[in-house]
């Protein structure tokens, strides 16, 4: 009767075992056995597919799989009659990763449609940016015309209002010349509010074209590889930045001033009219024909050479002082060294641009000199030969800087002819 029982339970057992299978690793001898056997080397556990991430060509069926599924392979699942389908996957997606189907590839019409909508939007969008310039330039050119008109007739020389008694700082007594609301003033009073816009067209017609130009030359020959400088980059590679930086910027400069001087000349040469009360260049079209006819080609390009020689020395010094500045004297450890980095350009701008400011006054000088008109004879200025031979004489009488300021102009007289009090 045991040995019977014992069968039975034995019986009981290796069905039990069958039905639930010991895991992987787990020994063999743990199950009941009849005789002694070998133990059953131990497995490491499989590892789930694609744990990690699934490669890119694999598909997920569906939990349930699908009536209308195509039919492939069936698999009888362990439990009943239940059958899970499992669709074929196409050819493409069958292969390897990293084979020719495996890697990612975009569709012709797509991308060949987003390509084609970016390139008419940026070209657009750049018209619509350099339209915005010339638009803002012109409005700027004529909001600060009327300073620029009483700073040109300072700068020929022409002082129609008599000096005022004043004092300086340490309280001795000076001559004062009209500032540039007294001047204003007097040629509102003279040619009326419309006259303080005289020479106001071929100023924007010059504008217009140095805007212009200056994009297409950076359209023609683009700046390939423009980093900024960054304070990460070491001496040398940020004075290269610097120095292929303003190279292309010079280039650009010198263009717009070559293909905008002429309307420059027209523009100086209207304003000066107000000293002698002349009409001689009443439009932009008949000063053309007038110069042309008198002066030749060269009439249009006369003092040139000193205002692209004041422009070549701005930018060049302007860019590598403040250079050198923001990495010289501008610690990293400042909390605000960025925001002085920023101003820094700036302020260099304001302080090279007085020191080329005599190129400036050579170029204006040389344009209206000999020319027909009175602010360009005789006891305005000599007749000069050349740019270099008019510097001379301006260094010569202390009038290198005249027309710099506009606010407080002292007179060239000494202080010694005012009664004392």
């Given amino acids: 009767m045991?040995?019977?029982?014992?069968?039975?339970?034995?019986?009981?057992?290796?069905?039990?075992?069958?039905?639930?299978?010991?895991?992987?690793?787990?020994?063999?001898?743990?199950?009941?056995?009849?005789?002694?056997?070998?133990?059953?080397?131990?497995?490491?556990p499989p590892a789930p597919p694609f744990a990690a991430a699934p490669p890119p060509w694999f598909r997920p069926r569906s939990p349930g799989g699908s009536r209308n599924a195509p039919r492939g392979r069936r698999r009888r699942s362990g439990g009943g009659g239940a059958m899970a389908v499992a669709a074929p996957l196409p050819p493409a997606t069958r292969a390897p990763p990293g084979g020719a189907a495996g890697r990612p590839e975009a569709t012709g019409p797509s991308l060949g449609g987003a390509a084609a909508e970016a390139?008419?939007?940026?070209?657009?969008?750049?018209?619509?940016?350099?339209?915005?310039?010339?638009?803002?330039?012109?409005?700027?050119?004529?909001?600060?015309?009327?300073?620029?008109?009483?700073?040109?007739?300072?700068?020929?020389?022409?002082?129609?209002?008599?000096?005022?008694?004043?004092?300086?700082?340490?309280?001795?007594?000076?001559?004062?010349?009209?500032?540039?609301?007294?001047?204003?003033?007097?040629?509102?009073?003279?040619?009326?509010?419309?006259?303080?816009?005289?020479?106001?067209?071929?100023?924007?017609?010059?504008?217009?074209?140095?805007?212009?130009?200056?994009?297409?030359v950076k359209k023609t020959f683009p700046l390939e590889d423009m980093e900024h400088v960054s304070n990460k980059d070491d001496v040398k590679t940020s004075l290269r930045k610097v120095v292929k930086e303003t190279s292309h910027e010079m280039m650009m400069q010198c263009m717009s001033r070559v293909v905008s001087h002429p309307l420059h000349v027209i523009s100086v040469r209207c304003m000066v009219q107000f000293v002698g009360r002349e009409v001689k260049y009443s439009g932009v079209f008949s000063a053309i024909g007038r110069i042309f006819k008198e002066e030749g080609i060269l009439g249009f390009f006369v003092g040139l050479v000193p205002h692209i020689l004041g422009d070549v020395i701005f930018l060049w010094c302007c860019n590598l002082l403040a250079h050198f500045i923001n990495t010289y004297a501008v610690d990293d450890n400042f909390s605000q060294a960025s925001v002085i980095r920023s101003y820094t350009k700036f302020v260099m701008g304001i302080a090279v641009s007085m020191l080329t400011y005599p190129f400036l006054l050579v170029g204006d000088l040389m344009a209206v000199n000999n020319c027909g008109l009175r602010a360009g004879l005789p006891p305005y200025a000599p007749v000069f030969t050349s740019w270099i031979h008019c510097w001379r004489y301006l260094s010569a009488q202390g009038q290198l800087f005249r027309g710099s300021s506009l606010l407080f102009r002292r007179a060239p007289m000494p202080a010694g002819c005012f009664p004392s009090d």
């Fill in 2 to 44: 045991s040995t019977a029982l014992g069968g039975a339970a034995h019986k009981a057992q290796l069905h039990q075992a069958r039905l639930f299978p010991a895991p992987h690793g787990l020994a063999a001898s743990c199950l009941p056995q009849r005789g002694p056997r070998p133990p059953a080397p131990a497995m490491a």
């Fill in 119 to 216: 390139g008419p939007g940026g070209d657009a969008r750049a018209e619509g940016a350099e339209g915005l310039f010339v638009v803002l330039g012109a409005g700027l050119a004529a909001a600060s015309h009327p300073l620029l008109y009483v700073k040109l007739l300072v700068q020929v020389g022409h002082e129609p209002l008599p000096p005022i008694v004043g004092r300086n700082v340490l309280g001795r007594k000076v001559l004062y010349l009209p500032g540039f609301f007294t001047y204003a003033r007097h040629i509102v009073e003279v040619d009326g509010k419309r006259g303080l816009f005289r020479g106001l067209t071929p100023r924007l017609i010059s504008s217009t074209l140095s805007t212009i130009t200056r994009g297409s």
